[in-house]
């Protein structure tokens, strides 16, 4: 393999390993915040060894967040310097932001999160984890403004020329506010609300499973199923508005999601299928003047197909895209039944007893998880051959000196790393899980118990 190939394979593991644990974080912050706030409303002490119990789930997760985003930093420099000098002066300006704005409201409270619930106050400590909540929130802003300047440049202009080119920001609010971050940022947000609330649903379906915790598990499971259920539903519009904006500023791109090859024709919409580009054809299901319709709300205004652009400036992996997008499309929709259903059997009074759908629950973890990767992977994919759209080509995007053999080296000892970072994130996680909720108060009851047998 080149240097190119590897190099995006590398930044690919290292994003995609890494995109586990924030969005959790995310979502699991907004679940803290729904028990916390319960528990000072009701003083049910069901919802307070809830928040004790996911504070320290919370604490593992936000912990592996921030060390596996340590290594994408390096890359920028290491593999990708023509890269990090064409978009310094961007990226440099929504990361100073993230730490200003984002990561020093994280790290001002999470120790009282973390450590403060017997030290002040339970107001202050639910202010600390709506703090903390919304901290990580920011935080998403502004990788995902960075990420969607790639996407749909915006205030800016180019000084230098050729390998000395570089962006630099004319007006800093236009190049926040680009043509698709608003959209990008809602749906990442309630990708990861979805992520955060199926990790909860999961965990206390298997408790409700194993007859474990039942009652506090049977509370947390209904407050949290109508987020999860809102949160999959409103993926629908934000879907859509990301769609949109697709259509209008990346259109070889969601050519690209349809396999929509010719110039200038009604869309098909597919529900699923298989490309292959080298006949330009799509076999599969699908609703004629589907895309057409869900664009223009009529069947006959023509969508601008692949065969529009050069060869060399539209998407070369054509299926891949296709199939990305398809999987993050079926999963939402599947998200969206699951949820519906278990609301309807809740208000009827019979979720509980229906065993079958909490064993899909207790697994249905992986699913909002795999549809962020897969999402991602649509939207990254799909830009090429462009690291910065219409501008910088991601082949001119790379550092001159590094060698292939110094990049596959990295890439599998990242791999090995990584791979024995998930194992142990899986280790504690079940550990925990395994646990219960009602190990602070057990090991408080134990000590007590000791220090008076002696």
Avoid at 20 to 31: K, Q, R, T
Avoid at 76 to 90: C, E, K, L, P, Q
Avoid at 310 to 339: E, W
């Amino acid at each position: 393999m080149d240097v190119e190939i590897l190099s995006r394979l590398q930044f690919a593991f290292t994003i995609a390993f890494h995109y586990i644990y924030p969005p959790l974080s995310i979502g699991l912050g907004v679940a803290l915040v729904v028990f916390e706030g319960m528990y000072l409303r009701t003083k049910d002490k069901h919802y307070e060894q809830l928040t004790k119990f996911w504070i320290r789930i919370f604490a593992l997760i936000f912990g592996i967040g921030v060390a596996t985003g340590i290594v994408m930093e390096f890359e920028f420099g290491t593999n990708w310097a023509a890269y990090s000098r064409y978009v310094g002066d961007i990226f440099g300006s929504a990361l100073a932001a993230e730490g200003v704005f984002a990561f020093a409201l994280e790290s001002t409270f999470l120790g009282v999160l973390l450590f403060g619930w017997n030290k002040v106050s339970p107001r202050v400590h639910f202010f600390s984890t709506v703090m903390v909540t919304l901290g990580s929130m920011f935080s998403a802003i502004w990788i995902v403004v960075a990420n969607s300047w790639q996407q749909t440049p915006a205030g800016f202009k180019i000084v230098g020329e050729g390998m000395n080119a570089r962006a630099e920001i004319t007006d800093f609010w236009a190049m926040v506010f680009n043509p698709s971050s608003l959209d990008r940022i809602l749906h990442v947000w309630i990708a990861a609300f979805l992520a955060g609330t199926f990790l909860v649903l999961s965990v206390h379906a298997y408790y409700i499973l194993k007859n474990r915790h039942v009652e506090q598990s049977k509370k947390a499971f209904g407050a949290i199923l109508i987020i999860a259920a809102i949160s999959a539903l409103a993926q629908l519009v934000t879907g859509h508005g990301s769609a949109t904006g697709v259509a209008e500023n990346q259109p070889a791109k969601l050519a690209s999601f349809e396999g929509h090859y010719d110039s200038l024709a009604v869309a098909d919409m597919y529900m699923f299928g298989w490309v292959n580009d080298s006949k330009q054809e799509v076999t599969g299901v699908k609703i004629p003047g589907g895309l057409t319709f869900l664009l223009y709300q009529n069947f006959t205004t023509p969508v601008k197909g692949l065969n529009a652009f050069n060869k060399n400036d539209r998407p070369s992996q054509v299926n891949f895209v296709f199939q990305t997008y398809h999987i993050m499309i079926a999963i939402g929709m599947a998200l969206i039944g699951l949820t519906l259903l278990a609301l309807f059997l809740w208000w009827k009074g019979k979720l509980f007893n229906q065993r079958w759908l909490m064993a899909i629950f207790s697994f249905s973890v992986v699913l909002p998880q795999i549809a962020n990767q897969v999402g991602w992977y649509s939207a990254e994919v799909g830009r090429q051959p462009w690291v910065v759209y219409g501008l910088l080509r991601t082949s001119d995007a790379l550092s001159e000196n590094v060698k292939s053999g110094q990049v596959m080296f990295s890439l599998i000892l990242f791999t090995l790393l990584y791979l024995v970072l998930f194992g142990l994130f899986i280790y504690l996680l079940n550990k925990k899980i395994q646990t219960g909720l009602d190990s602070h108060e057990s090991n408080k009851e134990y000590s007590h118990s000791k220090l008076m047998s002696n």
